[in-house]
């Protein structure tokens, strides 16, 4: 009767499990024995496995075998005594059959290679009957959901998969964070998305692939040379100076003229794929908005399309656009900044405007007075260094190493009464601030100082206070942003660092996995239940066409 057992096995290097062969395993009697009259019933044999992480085989390497077996008759010569020189190989059965007196002998090993080159465990099934014995349908059932049960762990537990660098090249990385993805530019100028299409909206630019933990590229080309990504469309763009969009376009914010839910010919106004949108090759920045578009020219001027219900296009009226239009007349536009239904801008004098919804109190309804409609200088200050807005919120950095905030919430990062931050007021003490950026709902910033460190300011899990914390994010980073209650950076060797919000997770079984590996938090505050894990962890990136 046949016996089966699972033999846990330690986990091994790829490369050494591409050298691991089956050297050996010996056929012994097993504790219960018959006497020699009973031949009608079946012979048990238990298996015993060595293994020898070896390139070849050990010389004179062969199955040992008993000179009687439990039933006392003898082994015929020969049996079970040749070498077995088979590498293991994922999901290979080795199966030797074999006669002595009137007994039909099965050796079946089937060895589970998982996830490049992990063994996690090994599946042994042994036993002996007679030749007009079949296995029990019961049997066959336990080694049937034994099976599943391996396979259930190897697809849960698996390793990751994909390289753990972006690919080399001469140009300055990028990463850009939206609601609930992220993209990635590459320093071979190669363009990557990973994370959800929560919304719906074909933000990742990957065709069909609408969810993904690893980055995953798009398309084929490398002459990107910037990327930002939105709440539900994406902008980049070319070094030939044209810009490229994908996602939503229902309010024309891709920018090619298009406007409304459906086209005329009763198709989505989406794009799944980058698609050249804007008219004009001369373009050197793009910034993705809410529902907006932003992009700087190489003369300095400012252009905007899609939607301005709170005036965040900065034209002087409420009205969409579905093409590029000028923002006033200045041409000395250096920075960019748009989130929520606001933008602001930094010129090359170091002052700051800001327009769209205003930092007044109260002005959350479209179309209201206390809108900027177009770019206000909001202080004399020539100073400013660095700028973030979220929904009616803004953080900007001096020169002087000063964080500063004001508009919707900011009291909260501020400590001083919602009417004092309508204009900037200061947030801290600190003087060694270096950069800010902001995701959209305007409770999580990332903050860099000029040592290089950074800095989590966290109020998602209460709107009355915050909590500043160190991120131990590695020291060499060249690129970051925050967005959708995570953060991201990219270091100077091409990794991919992330924490916060786990973008691109995958419902229930995702949240099992994420805690059986490190825990979960929940935050109340988002649209809806995000896995949050403060710890940062590499992403790894994934080329379709490898």
Not at 336 to 358: K, Y
Not at 419 to 433: F, L, V
Request: proline share 5%; hydrophobic share 40%; charged share 20%.
């Amino acid at each position: 009767m046949g016996m089966r057992q699972i033999i846990s096995v330690p986990s091994y290097e790829s490369s050494l499990l591409r050298d691991t062969r089956l050297a050996r395993y010996d056929v012994q009697p097993s504790a219960t024995s018959f006497p020699p009259a009973q031949f009608n019933q079946p012979c048990r044999y238990d298996i015993i496995i060595e293994w020898h992480l070896l390139g070849g085989p050990l010389p004179g390497d062969q199955l040992r075998c008993p000179a009687h077996d439990s039933l006392g008759c003898e082994t015929e010569p020969g049996m079970n005594c040749q070498f077995v020189p088979h590498h293991l190989l994922a999901g290979k059965t080795f199966l030797t059959n074999n006669r002595f007196a009137g007994i039909h002998m099965h050796i079946n090993t089937t060895a589970l290679v998982l996830s490049a080159g992990t063994l996690i465990a090994l599946a042994v099934w042994s036993g002996a009957q007679s030749k007009h014995e079949t296995m029990k349908p019961k049997r066959l059932l336990i080694a049937g959901a034994a099976v599943v049960l391996v396979l259930f762990c190897f697809f849960l537990l698996r390793g990751p998969e994909g390289r753990l660098k972006l690919p080399a090249g001469p140009h300055a990385p990028l990463v850009s964070l939206g609601f609930s993805h992220g993209l990635i530019l590459a320093p071979d100028g190669s363009m990557w998305s990973w994370g959800g299409e929560d919304r719906g909206w074909p933000v990742l630019g990957l065709g069909k692939i609408n969810r993904t933990a690893n980055l995953v590229r798009i398309g084929s080309e490398t002459n990107w040379v910037f990327v930002s990504a939105g709440d539900a469309h994406n902008l980049a763009l070319k070094s030939d100076g044209s810009i490229w969009a994908w996602g939503a376009n229902y309010r024309g914010q891709l920018g090619d003229g298009r406007y409304g839910g459906k086209l005329s010919n009763g198709t989505l106004n989406i794009e799944h794929l980058p698609v050249h949108t804007v008219e004009g090759t001369d373009w050197v920045r793009v910034e993705a908005g809410f529902v907006t578009g932003y992009a700087l020219k190489r003369d300095g001027t400012l252009w905007a399309w899609g939607l301005n219900d709170f005036g965040q296009l900065g034209i002087g009226s409420w009205d969409d656009s579905p093409t590029a239009v000028p923002v006033g007349t200045a041409t000395n536009w250096v920075k960019i900044r748009a989130g929520g239904v606001s933008a602001a801008g930094i010129q090359s004098d170091g002052s700051l405007w800001i327009w769209g919804g205003s930092p007044k109190l109260g002005n959350t309804t479209p179309r209201s007075p206390q809108d900027l409609l177009v770019p206000v200088r909001f202080t004399s200050d020539t100073n400013w260094l660095d700028v973030s807005v979220a929904f009616n919120l803004w953080l900007a950095v001096k020169s002087d190493g000063t964080l500063w905030g004001w508009g919707r919430n900011a009291d909260i990062f501020t400590g001083a009464s919602q009417d004092a931050c309508e204009i900037p007021t200061q947030i801290g003490h600190e003087t060694d601030w270096q950069s800010v950026r902001s995701s959209q709902g305007g409770f999580y910033h990332l903050l860099r100082k000029r040592d290089g460190a950074f800095w989590i300011m966290d109020a998602s899990h209460d709107d009355r206070s915050f909590k500043l914390s160190k991120v131990a994010l590695p020291p060499n980073v060249v690129a970051w942003d925050a967005g959708g209650g995570a953060v991201a950076a990219i270091t100077q060797d091409g990794e991919v660092w992330t924490c916060g919000t786990i973008l691109g997770q995958s419902g229930t079984v995702e949240r099992f996995v994420q805690f059986l590996r490190a825990g979960w938090k929940v935050p109340r505050t988002y649209e809806r239940a995000r896995i949050v894990r403060e710890r940062p962890w590499q992403l790894r990136n994934v080329d379709p066409k490898d």
